[in-house]
């Protein structure tokens, strides 16, 4: 039996057992994409679902004037394309490899749900999860100002991503700063204001494609 695969807490390959990880393995095929490549394509009508096993992904959409608006960033262990792949309707998002990224994918989802009703009853628990997440970040935009949805960003990448380093949590970020902004709901201008604030009040270190994170508790507060 093959090891099974390193998963974020929490996400759908994490949730199974080793048994039903060999049972994933068995229906699907590897695949890889380069960083930079498209995963998944907003709108495109397909029943196939990927399981990321290395690499983080970003999921976005794009407005009616064509403004990208980041809906989430997903790493090992994700499930991607599974709405399309139950419901048939169009992807409702586009995935793009951060990085490069190596996943399962699963042509006949439906099927191995039907073959595997624990995992069934699992991906329901997981849908309810983002659609939490989801009314999460809408009270967020609507009660937050700009840094305090930059700092909650920032905690959530640190406490899914971050580094133990001497001066704090170091998190390599694969977000440019319109990426970022278009997480957080705001202009890359206003996002570059709260950056600077944060890193003015010593909770934050900038580089290139990089934060440190010198006082975690203080972003938390923060973002509050």
């Not at 990321?52 to 394309?81: C, D, I, M, Q, Y």
């Not at 191995?112 to 967020?140: H, P, Q, T, Y």
């Not at 949805?149 to 001497?166: C, D, I, M, S």
């Amino acid at each position: 039996m093959s090891a099974k695969p390193t998963a974020e807490p929490g996400e759908f390959l994490d949730l199974l057992t080793e048994d039903e990880v060999e049972a994933l393995r068995a229906s699907s095929r590897p695949r890889r994409w380069d960083r930079g490549a498209m995963v998944i394509s907003e709108g495109d009508a397909a029943d196939w679902v990927i399981v990321l096993t290395s690499g983080r992904v970003k999921v976005s959409s794009h407005t009616a004037s064509g403004t990208e608006v980041v809906l989430a960033v997903r790493g090992p262990g994700a499930l991607l394309g599974d709405m399309s792949a139950i419901d048939g309707g169009p992807r409702s998002g586009t995935v793009t490899a951060l990085e490069p990224v190596e996943a399962m994918v699963v042509d006949d989802f439906t099927g191995f749900l039907r073959a595997n009703g624990r995992i069934a009853v699992l991906l329901m628990k997981l849908i309810i999860g983002r659609l939490r997440d989801s009314d999460r970040k809408r009270i967020e935009y609507g009660a937050f100002d700009t840094t305090g949805r930059v700092a909650t960003r920032l905690v959530e990448l640190a406490e899914r991503y971050g580094e133990p380093t001497n001066g704090g949590v170091r998190v390599a970020l694969p977000l440019s700063q319109d990426e970022l902004a278009g997480w957080t709901g705001a202009s890359r201008e206003a996002v570059s204001k709260a950056l600077r604030s944060l890193r003015d009040r010593g909770l934050i270190e900038t580089g290139r494609r990089r934060v440190t994170i010198h006082d975690l508790d203080g972003l938390r507060r923060r973002a509050r």
